[in-house]
C-alpha cells in the first residue's frame, strides 16, 4: 500500500542498498524499481532462511518485475573485500552508485550482563562499522554523482539516559549509524552528496518484530518506510542533507495526513506500538525520571505490605485470579520467570514463575532467578493485565522498565490474552 506516487525522478539511478533481500530494504527497492531504477541488492541471504522469507534472487525477480534493473550480490558488510566486490560489479554493469542505502542492521534489546560480546561485536559491525564501511568504499562514485544521496535507517539521535538504560549496546550500535549521518552531511556538503537518517514513528511489519512479539497488528507495513525514503532521495542532495527525519512527518510534508492505509490491522490505527527512541508525549515524565527510578531496588519482600493487605487494592486481587489461570501447558509454553517491582499507589514486589513445577505466584521475589525484571506504577500494572495496555506498547512508550531477557518479558502478551476473558 503506497501512498505516495512515483514521478520517475529516480529512473535510470543506481542504489546500492545493503540488507536489500526482505523488510524495509526490500520495500525502498521496489519502490525505486516502479520509477526504472537500478538497485544493487547487497544482502548475505543467498539460500532461503528456514523462517524468513526471501533471498537475493527473489528480490532481484521482484524488482525486475517492476520494470527496474537488478544486481544480486551477496554481502556480509562486516567484510570489506564483499563491499568492494559488490561495488565494482555495480560500476562494471550499471556505470556507478548515486544512492547509498545504509538499511543492514543486527538487533539484540539486552541489557549489560544479557549481551554477551558476540552479539554485542555483531552489532557495532554490522550497524556502526558496515555503514561506515559501505560509505567509505561509496564515496567515490558518489563524488561522480550529480544527485548523490547516502540514506542511513537509524534513529534521531536522543540522549534521554532511558534509551542508554534498556539496551546500551544497541543503542550505541545504532546511535552509531547515525553519528555518520551528523558527520558525513557536514564533511561531504562541498562534494554536494546529501546525508539523511530516516526511522519510523511505529513499528515495522517486519521479521525481526514478528519474532519479538509474535504479533503485528499494532505496527504499520514497511511501505510508509520506502514511501518516506522515496521522497528524500528525489530532494536535491545540495539542499536536503543533515535530516534525522521521522517517516510520518516526512509524508505529512508533502500533504499527506491520514496514515491509516499503512496500518496492518486498520482498527488498530490509533493504538500503534511506539519505535524505539522517540519519546511520546506521555512518557516524557518517565523519561526525565528514569535516572533516579532504576537506581531503586527492591531487596524486601515486605514493602509496604501491611498497608497494601489492609487495603486490598487491585493487585492482589489480580494475581488471585493469574493463580487460576496458571496451568502446566502455560508453564511449558512459556518458560520463563518474571519478578514485578510496582511504583505509585500499590508499591510491592511480585512474581510470577511460569518455568518451574506446576507455576506459580504471589507477592514477593521469586525462589528462582527472574528471567525478567519488569518495573511499572501500579495504575499502569493494573491496565495491562486487564489487557487495556499491550507490554510491549507500554514498553516502547517508556511506562514499562524491563531488565533482563526481553524476548521472555514479550512472551507475557500471549499468556494476557487468555487472562483478558477472566480480569
Known amino acids: 500500500m503506497s501512498l505516495v506516487a512515483n514521478t520517475g525522478k529516480l529512473a535510470g539511478r543506481t542504489l546500492f542498498i545493503t540488507g536489500a533481500s526482505r523488510g524495509i530494504g526490500k520495500a525502498i527497492a521496489l ?18 532462511h528456514p523462517k524468513l522469507p526471501g533471498t537475493i534472487y527473489t528480490a532481484a525477480e521482484e524488482i525486475e518485475a517492476l520494470g527496474g ?58 550497524n556502526t562499522r558496515g555503514t561506515f564501511l559501505a560509505s567509505k568504499l561509496c564515496l567515490p562514485l558518489l563524488k561522480n554523482s550529480d544527485h548523490a544521496h547516502i540514506l542511513n535507517l537509524s534513529p534521531p539521535l536522543n540522549m534521554s539516559p532511558y534509551w542508554f538504560s534498556i539496551h546500551v549496546a544497541y543503542t550505541m550500535a545504532k546511535y552509531g549509524m547515525s553519528m555518520c549521518v551528523l558527520g558525513m552531511s557536514e564533511e561531504f556538503k562541498p562534494l554536494n552528496i546529501g546525508v539523511n537518517a530516516l526511522w519510523p514513528k511505529t513499528a515495522i511489519a517486519t521479521a525481526a518484530i514478528e519474532m519479538l512479539t509474535g504479533d503485528t497488528s499494532t505496527s ?25 527525519a521521522i517517516d510520518e512527518d516526512v509524508l505529512k510534508e508533502h500533504g499527506i495526513k491520514d496514515m491509516t492505509p499503512y496500518a496492518c490491522d486498520p482498527k488498530n490505527a490509533d493504538k500503534l506500538l511506539l519505535d ?10 518517565h523519561h526525565q525520571t528514569v535516572t533516579t527510578a532504576s537506581i531503586r531496588r527492591y ?8 498497608e497494601k493487605t489492609e487495603s486490598g487494592g487491585q493487585i492482589p486481587q489480580l494475581f488471585t485470579t493469574i493463580s487460576k489461570v496458571i496451568t502446566p501447558e502455560l508453564v511449558k509454553k512459556t518458560q520463563a520467570v518474571y519478578q514485578f517491582n510496582v511504583k505509585g499507589k500499590e508499591e510491592g514486589v ?18 528462582n532467578p527472574p528471567d525478567a525484571t519488569l518495573t511499572m506504577d501500579s495504575t499502569n500494572f493494573a491496565e495491562m493485565f486487564a489487557g487495556k495496555l499491550k507490554p510491549t506498547t507500554a514498553f516502547m512508550m517508556g511506562k514499562l522498565k524491563i531488565n533482563g531477557d526481553l524476548q521472555k518479558a514479550m512472551k507475557l502478551e500471549k499468556m494476557m490474552k487468555s487472562l483478558k476473558t477472566k480480569v
Open 31 to 48: 519502490k525505486a524499481a516502479k520509477d526504472g531504477a537500478n538497485v544493487v541488492i547487497a544482502a548475505k541471504t543467498a539460500e532461503p
Open 69 to 126: 534493473k537488478a544486481l544480486p550480490c551477496i554481502v556480509d558488510v562486516r567484510e570489506e573485500k564483499q563491499v568492494q566486490a559488490a561495488i565494482d560489479e555495480a560500476v562494471k554493469k550499471f556505470n556507478g552508485i548515486d544512492i547509498l542505502v545504509n538499511n543492514a542492521s543486527a538487533i539484540s534489546l539486552t541489557g549489560t550482563a544479557q549481551t554477551d560480546m558476540k552479539r554485542y561485536d555483531l552489532m557495532h559491525n554490522i
Open 220 to 244: 504499520r507495513k514497511p511501505e510508509i518506510v520506502s514511501d518516506a525514503a522515496y521522497l528524500m532521495l528525489c530532494q536535491d542532495p545540495k539542499k536536503y542533507t543533515g535530516n534525522f
Open 276 to 285: 524505539g527512541f522517540l519519546d511520546d508525549p506521555a512518557a516524557i515524565g
Open 299 to 306: 531487596h524486601t519482600t515486605t514493602v509496604n505490605h501491611a
Open 350 to 367: 511480585w512474581h510470577i514463575d511460569l518455568k518451574n513445577g506446576d507455576g506459580a505466584c504471589g507477592q514477593g521475589e521469586p525462589k
